[in-house]
């Protein structure tokens, strides 16, 4: 089964940072590399990625933040957003949900639901696995 979903940034950070390749993050991360999630993207959410994961904080590799972006940028899908009028909050996550809502069927993964609107769309890493092994 394959999905579309856009990834949120902390689930980058997180599976970049686990020591547990059965992490629910690492297996998302995983899966997408697989083939089994088709990343969706557009240039903010691409700024962010780039932003976030080059925070000296998380000492993560120019060439491993390069391989991400480029692997999302060769086998993802660029989308534009779909307007979303409501209140956000964190309105710097919504370019996350507008371009997951541009694509029927898509999901958004994100570890921070709460900043999100309550939408069967946006789940967990933990529950995107369970949709990938329906």
Known sequence: MKVYAVI???VFVSALW????????FQ????MQ??????????EILAEYKEVLSR????FSEEVISDII??????GIHSERAQYIMPMTDENDRVF?????????????????????QSPIVVTPAEMLEILHR
Do not use: M, W
């Open 8 to 10: 949120d940034t902390n």
């Open 18 to 25: 686990t020591k547990h390749a059965q992490s629910a993050t």
């Open 28 to 31: 998302v991360v995983l899966a």
């Open 34 to 43: 697989q083939d089994e999630i088709i990343p969706l993207y557009n240039e």
């Open 56 to 59: 000296k904080k998380f000492g």
């Open 70 to 75: 480029t692997y999302i940028c060769t086998y």
């Open 97 to 117: 949900y507008e371009v997951a809502l541009s694509k029927e069927d898509a999901y958004l993964v994100t570890g921070n639901r709460r900043h999100f609107p």
